[in-house]
Structure formats: C-alpha cells, structure tokens
C-alpha cells in the first residue's frame, strides 16, 4: 500500500521588507570621530537632521527613539576612554547620535526555512474542528545570520491551513541578564568546552555556589587586572567563559506585538553568527502544566552550542544552554511528555545515527543510548530526528530525515515504543518526502527537512523547508501512516 500524501497550497519565502534595528559598530576611533562631529554641530542643524531621520522610519519601526538612545548609550561606552562627555548634552544630539550608530537589518531576505509548528495557547474564538497553531521559521538574511520569527493561523476542520496576515513592525526583544548560576553546572559546562582548569579555577574560587552574571565578571575583570600579558589560548579561555554566561538571558516582547512581529534574534556571543533549526514542542508536565520549549543550535561561526527555549506565552522566552553528553552536536528534540518520571529527548551526537537520553533534569543530559542506524540506501550518510516525537495509540511517532546519494535529504517516519522509547517498533523502508522538481532548487539544493509536526483531526501535518531557501506543508492520514509503519 503506498501512503498518499497531500502537498498544501501554502508557501512562505524570503521577505526583504521585515526590518529589525541593529547597532551599527564602526570600531572605537571612527565611533569617536563621528560622536565629535555631532557634538560640534549646530543645535538646529542637529534638530533638523533628526526631524528628517525621524520622518524617513518611524513608520517602519516602534520606538524608534528609545533604539536611539540604547545605541546612542553603546555607542558612548566604546569610546568611554577616549572622549569625555558633555556635562550637558541635549537630548536631540543623544538622539541623533543614536540614529548614525542604528541600521535596519533584513532578517529573512536570504531565506525562510525550517518550520516547526505546534499548538497555540491561544484556542479562543474557533470554529468547531478547528485549531490554532503557531509556526515558527529559521529565517535568514544578509551575511547568513539566523534568527527565529512566527506565523499564525488556524488548521481548519477540512485540514486547510489558513495564516493570519503578518504584521507590519518586526521587532527584535528587550534582553535581560538576570539568571542565577549554579557553580558547580557552570564548571561542568566550561569543561565540556575544553576551557583551560588553569583559568577556570582562579577566576571560580571566589565565586559561590550561586552567583549572578556580575559577580561572575567582576571576579573575571579580577583575574585579568593580576595577570598581564595573557597567552592567546589563555585570553581565549577567559571570552570562552564570559560567553558561556552571556548564553544564559531572558527575552521580552511587547503585549501589544502581533506574533509574527516578534523575531528571537542573536544575542549572545555564541550565537552571533546565527539560532539554527529551533523545534519547539509543547510539553505537559505531570500535574498538567503545560510549557512550551525548543532546542536549538547556537553558532558562533566556528562551533555550535546546543540551547534551550522556555515560554509559557510566546512573549516572555527564557534562554539557557543544554549540558551533558547528550547534548554533543545538532538534532537534539524533546518528547512532549516525561517517561516513567524522566525528561526523554532524542540527539545525534556522533552525526549519523539517532540517539536517546532520559534526564531528570531537563538542561542536563548524560549517557545518550543509540537507537538507530542509518538503515535504507536513502538514509545511509545519516539519520536523525524532524522534531518532538508524537504520542499515538501505537508509539511515539518520529518523523525523521535521511541523507542519500547526492547529499539528497529526504522525510521518513519511525515509532518508537510509548513505554520504552529506546526500542524501535518499526521504520518506514521507503521516504515519506522526497524533493519534487519544483522543491530541489535553493541555496542547498536537494533538501527537505522539519523541525516539527503536529496531528489534528486525524491527520499529520508536516511543515518542512524547501532546500533551504523557503517552507511548505503537507499533510497524510495518521492512520495509514502507521499501518504503513507497523506492516513494513
């Protein structure tokens, strides 16, 4: 019996017209020069400029003046110890400052790919047989930074998928640093990293068994004043550290942002080059809490660290690495639900085959348990995980990736036993999806991949990403997908 699947009308592409404000860094002595020049303007030139800034985008972005005087603030501690501020500054030149060290930044003009979708929390207002969801995209724009934005939309009963029209202003979060590190978690991770015990001893001692981002720089800031003329390996062992507390922040967005206005753009250093591939999933916890997370893999353009979301409400998202063996390379995606009182999260840690781990806590992961090998002619190069896996009467669905002659990635499909998801009941023995003429070009070509599925009225949808360029969605009854599975 061959599985019929059904290809949505639905596209997302690359759009250059979402906008986010950056900090535009020009280096501490070209920084200085341009604060003087404004400092010396007239103050009615200075006016006039602005007026004229202000009049060209502050329909294209909220608070444009508030971004100014963030920036207008970063741009003044570069150049801390070469210039000396006025006492008295007026705030049209603060606000001018801003301006020059600001510049829009195209988040998705290069590409809008791998989607994830789960359910909403938000399910007022729906017609019977039908369900709101939330799609998240890794969407990719100038120099091939990723960062995470949304779509919303309802499944419908017939199983169409009908998106809410985005909103106009894109707008990157306000960013807080205010977790409490345990010590003994933090040196773990820094030996993960490889981090030198020669530095990380000096610069921990002085620390407690919870600390806060700012003790931890100042007793950085410490070791550094005792020790000049550092090695490199050595200088770069105390950013190593730094980063690793950097990777740990909150996000929030504005109640009165449309979803699709709210981007999770980089914000630590080990993330600047890009969030890759976040699958979020809904989890329930043993008293019926629900909780949203994804697992994603921060780059910093030499390696990846592999992190974790937490949000109740899409607004407020708490940001935070992932330690243990199990979290070791990319395709880490958590099961929606604890296993006999154990988070359960599935990885590939060796690039190839697909592995398990259970933990009892969900930001540790030890002893990762393989599961499954590259099996089939189209999955010989590697097999991994396409998202949270899915609880059915029959097993944990996995839609999983395989990668074949000419590096061609194609969708499959596997279950899981509920009980014990280390063994395997059954594996579909040909693709479920495989590039059509219309899905093989792109920036990567020969590429279909998800981050996440969902079920709805019987039917599996898939949202999956067009070689790395753009997203489209199919769908295929649950039912003869597992029969499928089960009778291979």
């Known amino acids: 019996m061959k599985i019929i699947i059904n290809r949505l009308p639905n596209k997302f592409y690359s759009n250059y017209k979402q906008v986010i404000i950056r900090f535009l860094d020009l280096g501490e002595e ?29 329909k294209r972005h909220r608070n444009l003046t508030h971004k100014f005087i963030k920036h207008y603030s970063k741009a003044m501690e570069i150049v801390t110890n070469t210039l000396t501020e006025p006492e008295q500054i007026s705030m049209v030149k603060k606000l001018l ?37 939330i799609v998240s995209f890794r969407a990719t724009g100038e120099g091939h930074i990723s960062s995470i934005v949304f779509q919303t939309g309802v499944i419908n009963h017939r199983g169409e998928l009908e998106f809410e029209k985005a909103g106009y202003h894109v707008d990157s979060a306000e960013v807080t640093k205010r977790h409490i590190y345990d010590k003994k978690s933090f040196q773990a991770k820094l030996h993960e990293m490889g981090v030198d015990e020669l530095v990380i001893k000096p610069v921990m001692d002085s620390l407690t068994d919870k600390f806060i981002y700012g003790e931890l720089l100042k007793s950085v800031y410490e070791y550094l004043a005792n020790n000049s003329n550092l090695e490199e390996e050595v200088q770069r062992s105390v950013k190593q550290i730094i980063w690793l507390a950097d990777s740990h922040y909150t996000i929030h967005f504005s109640r009165d942002t449309h979803i699709s206005e709210r981007v999770i753009f980089p914000t630590s250093y080990t993330e600047r080059k890009g969030i890759e591939d976040a699958r979020f999933v809904k989890f329930t916890d043993d008293d019926g809490e629900t909780t949203y997370y994804a697992t994603y893999s921060a780059y910093d353009g030499y390696a990846a660290l592999q992190k974790l979301i937490v949000t109740k409400d899409f607004y407020t998202f708490e ?59 189209w999955e010989f190069i590697q097999i991994g995980n396409c998202g949270a896996p899915i609880e059915t009467s029959e097993g944990w669905l996995v839609i999983t990736h395989g990668v074949g002659p000419m590096r061609q990635y194609s969708l499959g499909a596997t279950l899981l036993d509920l009980d014990d998801p280390t063994k395997e009941i059954g594996r579909l023995r040909d693709p479920l999806l495989v590039p059509n003429d219309e899905e093989r070009e792109g920036y990567v070509p020969n590429v279909v991949y998800s981050c996440g ?16 360029t753009g997203s489209g969605f199919m769908t295929v009854n649950v039912r003869k997908l597992l029969n499928k599975i089960l009778n291979n």
């Open 453 to 468: 599925s969902i079920i709805h009225n019987d039917e599996l949808i898939v949202p999956y990403g067009l070689s790395d």
């Open 319 to 377: 940001i935070k690495p992932l330690h243990g063996d199990g979290t070791q390379n990319k395709n880490l995606a958590l099961f929606p639900r604890k296993i006999k009182g154990k988070y359960a999260m599935l990885s590939r840690i060796d690039g190839i085959s697909s592995y398990i781990a259970f933990s009892d806590n969900i930001n540790v992961w030890p002893a990762p348990v393989k599961i499954q090998e590259p099996k089939y002619s």
């Open 30 to 58: 070209r920084t200085s020069a341009l604060i003087t020049k404004v400092l010396e303007m007239d103050e009615s030139d200075a006016d006039k400029t602005l007026m004229y800034t202000l009049r060209e985008f502050s």
């Open 97 to 133: 400052i801003g301006s020059y060290f600001s510049m829009e930044y195209s988040i998705s003009s290069a590409a809008f790919f791998n989607p994830s979708i789960v359910e909403s929390p938000d399910q007022t207002g729906l017609s019977e047989g039908s369900k709101r969801i």
